[in-house]
């Protein structure tokens, strides 16, 4: 009986460090306050490295929140009501050109295009850009990347903004779509979902993508304040690592597979329609195959919103961006 009860002891004892284990487990996941500018597919690789784990595979709780606008977010961001945004690589010039004493840096980049496409109220078989010439043009919000990439493609193609067309800018973000829908403008640009959704109900058609058209930059990357890197080494390691495996994810999956794994994001929109956005992403490169923010995008970046009179003055990359995170993780 004493073997038995010593059994009994080991075993309770036993159970009993395997919970605490258990335990310690869970809360040794450190918890990220993340906040991205917008919801969207664009942002894929993001979604999938939450949705297969990959944040907490490397100790990481990420918690994400939707915080509408590049001035919000950057808000949220210097005021530490959040630990990383995701947002234009553009709005860091901004915030480091008033002065900041904390300079944000990027650290992983998500996206390398623009994300927006060119969609025309009639369907048109044999698009060309001058056919925008004395058009109504719903544009994006000034100051914003897309809108200063919209401005260089329609400059590149011969385009005066100003002058050619008669430009709309004043309408917010979030209700561009639906002034389009009731009406306002010939001509609109567009993020997807709300793009192939248009076209799929017959209220616009896709004629051309401003992602292609503008080359790459980088549109979307993760950035933090300077100290927070500092402080926060193995925290941001760690994000960029899942991020990495994330994005390899996105670069060999089929766009069905990755749509399944990212509709819980995306509650609203079919999954058929989430595939072929996702196709339409992969298959321009807008989707970053590493976090390694280079410089000739940054270069590229700067040089768009110098056209678009929005950079009073240029940003050494150094200062700007660490590529620290992102190289170790693309090793």
């Not at 050619?164 to 979030?174: H, P, R, T, V």
């Not at 110098?306 to 660490?322: H, M, S, T």
Request: aromatic share 10%; with cysteine.
């Amino acid at each position: 009986m004493r073997w038995l009860k010593k059994g009994l002891l080991f075993s309770v004892i036993a159970l009993l460090l395997l919970s605490l284990t258990a335990c310690n487990n869970k809360t040794e996941l450190e918890k990220v306050k993340v906040g991205e500018v917008t919801r969207s597919i664009f942002y894929a690789p993001q979604y999938v490295a939450l949705e297969k784990g990959y944040f907490k595979d490397e100790g990481l709780s990420v918690e994400l929140q939707t915080i509408a606008g590049g001035d919000k977010t950057m808000t949220a961001l210097l005021s530490d009501g959040i630990d990383i945004a995701l947002v234009g690589s553009e709005t860091s010039i901004y915030v480091t050109l008033q002065g900041a004493n904390d300079p944000i840096q990027n650290f992983a980049q998500l996206t390398q295009t623009d994300g927006t496409f060119l969609v025309a109220r009639n369907k048109m078989d044999n698009f060309s850009w001058d056919q925008l010439k004395g058009s109504t043009f719903l544009g994006q919000r000034k100051g914003g990347m897309p809108q200063m990439a919209g401005e260089f493609v329609l400059k590149k193609h011969g385009i005066a903004p100003t002058n050619d067309l008669k430009l709309i800018q004043n309408i917010d973000f979030a209700n561009i779509a639906t002034a389009f829908a009731s009406g306002t403008g010939d001509y609109v640009q567009l993020f997807e979902p709300q793009a192939s959704m248009f076209e799929k109900e017959g209220k616009g058609y896709i004629v051309a993508s401003f992602g292609t058209e503008s080359g790459q930059l980088p549109y979307t990357s993760f950035m933090a304040k300077s100290s927070y890197l500092k402080d926060n080494a193995k925290t941001v390691q760690g994000f960029t690592n899942a991020l990495k495996r994330a994005q390899d994810f996105v670069q060999k999956a089929s766009p069905a597979e990755i749509a399944k794994i990212i509709q819980p994001y995306f509650e609203n929109v079919d999954v058929g329609l989430i595939e072929t956005v996702v196709e339409r992403y992969k298959s321009q490169g807008s989707y970053a195959t590493d976090p390694i923010l280079d410089k000739g995008e940054w270069d590229n970046l700067q040089k768009i919103m110098e056209e678009a009179g929005e950079l009073p003055q240029r940003v050494d990359y150094e200062k700007l961006v660490n590529t620290t995170y992102a190289k170790k993780a693309a090793e």
